[in-house]
């Protein structure tokens, strides 16, 4: 358990086993001490204030019905200033004073060992490791929370660790309704985040109902407890430069990269991955990053390996290593847009040109405009929010303007899923060709929707419980034979090519040191794949090759669990991009079929009313039980999204649900008929 990047000494009040005490308490009926901010993280920006005088008042009746009346008198007053001062009531005082980390399952006091998964997943979340602001419950990108305040942390983990195998938590938005009875086949915990009636989606009500304590954006995987800091994005984004390189450049399936340069942004949460996969893939690359905490925080970790605050030092280290062809990062501690605008001047060549700053929250912290320092930004976005959307607005157009001269040189750019096509058009910035349509795709629209999701390939991921790293390590030799073997039997040269990618992602994971926090490991595998590979993990648990539980999860950035139309569903072609049946049905179904816990979330990467998602977790413990879990769920949860792939006809999906369809005689999905071009042309001859 013991993590190399983890400072030794930490002043705090608590330890482990007191914490533990703590949360198997619940909230306390004495008030505890107020630990203050721990001012060696970093913190929330602050969000502007929205709420009307009554709405105030609502917002201190929502926070204190948590507790007894008796310690109103000194709450009330504590929440109205924390809501003045930060925009959000946080509940600093019930944070504990300690550092919260994933555990090692048996250390958890719990009645239910899927529970106490569930706990152990949780704290992983707010790892301050893991998370961008633990202090405020903010795992990633800016606003993706894993509770609204403290006393939801508490009442939480209190409920999980006396629940039985016959109840079920439900959570609304980081809120414990309770427990309920149900079933030993049902999940432990139903999660749903930012539910809204459709009318009412819009930030501004997100805003206000989230100040007021009635909503939350969860993201994808923070109020999900299924993130694994940037590992989980690391793999996505190898994969997205080696296919971009081999598409656009040329590059040979067994190529390396070295040579291309390639500049992004970002070295936050989910975007510190960039730099780290740059390296695995071969490219000499630059990641702006306008914090120089976030910066500092990433090289310090090694997921970025040079940083420098001079833009002609950092473009001169970029172009030094590509002429060598040794991949390197380089962070550079500024704006992307003054990276970009040098990059312009000097005349460069950057081969491959992406984005990953927060756009899908842009006025709130998630984009710093170029003509600010960032602590003007912290400030302005917040005192002058109207002069701050006009700042990010005239950003935005400088941005494209730039890229668009690189892409005249011959650079390939892509959306990268944050918003930056939706956000750059809102902006008036020159984003548009001559059809209305955006100059660039989205990476799933050509690279990650009929390579992987089309095939079922998507990001299965799995947690160690022991904490252990020999049991990570024995899971990645079980996943590398698995795939291994999948390999020989396979005939598709398009499956063939992911799985290669994969077995040799996975034979060298180890040695890029991808663990921050928990035990964890990501791949991208097709439903055979996952099944096989957790299947395995079952066995090796039931004989003791791995020590204790697995708990398996993925990303929501997946084949079935999302329905985004600028993203995971950007390649959905039949005009049902704009539904979101897909993802809710992967809710149920992932649900009925013995899923631990299950999420639904409105909002999550691309941005709030953009996008629904959902995810799952399950504990798997080497049981027959297990066994028949994970296989009835992990078949619905991919093939949900490949049959409806298939009926948008897309034609990689038609191949895979066949051959699923041959595979399990129970699977029957309906398939679409092809069309005659030329008789459909000649039905609108005249008009
Ligand atoms: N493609 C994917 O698979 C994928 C996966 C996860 C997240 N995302 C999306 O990517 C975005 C980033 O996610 P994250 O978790 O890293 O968020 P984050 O907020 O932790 O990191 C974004 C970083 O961008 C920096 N930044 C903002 N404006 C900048 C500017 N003008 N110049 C330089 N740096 C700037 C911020 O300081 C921040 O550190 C989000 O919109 C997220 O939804 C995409």
Known sequence: MNNPQRPSILRTSMDDVQRIAMIHQGIPTELPNHPGLDLSLDHAPVRKQVLSLNEEKLAIENALRYFPEIHHNILGPEFLEELRTYGRIYMFRFRPDCVIRALPIDQYQANSLQAAGIMLMIDNNLDPLVAQFPNELITYGGNGAVFQNWAQYLLVMNYLSKMTEEQTLVIYSGHPLGLFPSDKNAPRVVVTNGMMIPNYSTVDHYERLNAMGVTQYGQMTAGSYMYIGPQGIVHGTTITLMNAARMKFGVPVNGDLGGLCFVTSGLGGMSGAQAKAAVIAGVSCIVAESNAIAARKRHSQGWVEQISEDVDEAIDLMLESAKNKVGTSIG??????????????????????????????????????????????????????????????????RHVSAVNSMVEKGMFFWDYGNAFLLEAGRAEADIFDNDGNYKYPSYVEDIMGPLCFDRGF???????SSGLAEDLRMTDKIAFETLTQLYQSTSDEDVKQQIRDNIKWIDEAESHNLVVGSQARILYADERGRNAIATRFNEAIADGRISGPVILGRDHHDVSGTDSPYRETANIRDGSKWTA?????????????????????????????????????????????????????????VNNGVARRAWARNAGAISSIKEAMEDNKSLNVTLPNSVNRDLLEDLFKGD
Request: charged content about 20%; glycine content about 12%; overall charge negative.
């Open 458 to 464: 998507g990001p299965f991921r799995w947690v160690c």
């Open 581 to 637: 049946d897909m993802a809710v049905q992967n809710f149920v179904g992932d649900a009925i079929r013995g899923a631990t816990w299950v999420s639904l979330h409105n909002g999550g990467g691309v941005g709030w009313g953009e996008v629904m998602n959902g995810g799952f977790g399950m504990v798997i413990d080497g049981s027959m039980d297990s066994k028949r879990r994970l296989q009835s769920m992990l078949h619905w949860d």
């Open 332 to 397: 550079y501690i500024g704006n992307i847009v003054e990276l970009w605008e040098r990059l312009v001047e000097r005349d460069v060549m950057v081969h491959l040109g992406s984005d990953q700053t927060s756009l899908h929250n842009p006025y709130q912290g998630g984009y710093y405009p170029a003509n600010l320092s960032f602590d003007e930004s912290q400030v302005m976005m917040h005192t002058e929010p109207d002069k701050f959307a006009l700042e990010v607005k005239s950003t935005l157009k």
